[in-house]
């Protein structure tokens, strides 16, 4: 018996000394002054924003045609793509373009454009999509807040043209070879309302001045070359499509139409080489 109580005294001390460890550090476990670290408030202004979702960017066009604020050429693309140099560089494809689509005239002035040229790419976008009548309008608004805008002269009688209006086809072309004499374009287009009123005489002049300011200005030979067809002047036709051809050697229709200008010359050996390359043109397409 007195073997087992050595033992067992020493296991009640053992235990006795583990409790009163316990004790002490739970006890300064509890007298720790432990501080939380505060999170800072969203004001409501912070809150709006932070629950706003994320709005992706839809992938930039493929097109990569340049339109500028300074470029008063005229092309037949949408100004919608590309990047505006005239505008600190700003390139629409890094915008949502849907923005653009709606034309955001508030948007677009803060970008610093100026609201003669929103409303003359207004009215570009809605002429590229045959709306006419708005199209006329918007680029009616640019020239009312830009009265020397020869971009906007050019575009207004285009669309004129197209809705078969010649007689003010003809006065917007005007004001802007007026303020633009050397505009190789306008040139060509009011030629072919001249030849759609029948004048063509004056249309082969306007032909003419598009090619003096524009020496490689393929339409410009291909239309007076059909102005000369209808006055019989078959060497003066033939001429102009032989312009054509060298510079558009893929022009099918140059090469048919001098066959035709051949034929009526009666030499049907060279109409037949030229109506030939047409059909071998043609079939390639």
């Known amino acids: 018996m007195k073997r087992f109580i050595g033992p067992v005294c020493l296991i009640l001390a053992a235990l006795f000394l583990f409790g009163c460890a316990r004790g002490e550090i739970k006890q300064k476990a509890e007298s720790l002054d432990i501080e939380e670290t505060a999170v800072p408030a969203l004001d409501a202004s912070a809150a709006d924003e932070a629950e706003q979702p994320v709005q992706e960017l839809a992938p930039a066009p493929e097109s990569s045609s340049i339109a500028s604020a300074g470029n008063t050429h005229i092309t037949e693309l949408s100004a919608f793509t590309g990047r505006f140099s005239g505008v600190r560089g700003v390139n629409i494809a890094e915008i949502n373009p849907a923005n653009y689509q709606r034309i955001n005239r508030e948007a677009m002035e803060g970008m610093g454009m100026a609201p003669h040229y929103v409303a003359y790419l207004s009215g570009e976008k809605l002429y590229l999509e045959g709306n006419y009548d708005r199209a006329i309008a918007e680029f009616g608004r640019a020239i009312s807040l830009k009265a020397d805008y020869t971009g906007a002269y050019v575009y207004r009688g285009n669309a004129r043209r197209r809705m078969g209006d010649l007689g003010r086809a003809l006065d917007d072309y005007n004001r802007a070879l007026a303020l633009e004499n050397a505009y190789a374009e306008v040139y060509n287009y009011r030629g072919f309302v001249y030849a759609q009123r029948g004048d063509l005489r004056r249309a082969i002049a306007d032909y003419t001045q598009a090619i003096r300011y524009r020496a490689d200005y393929a339409d410009a030979y291909f239309n ?16 102009d499509y032989t312009q054509v051809i060298r510079l558009e050697p893929a022009n099918a229709i140059a090469y048919n139409e001098r066959g035709n200008a051949w034929h009526s010359k009666g030499d049907r050996s060279r109409a037949a080489a030229d109506y030939e390359a047409a059909d071998r043109l043609a079939r390639r397409e």
């Open 224 to 239: 007076r070359a059909h102005a000369h067809s209808k006055m019989g002047n078959w060497d003066l036709c033939i001429a």
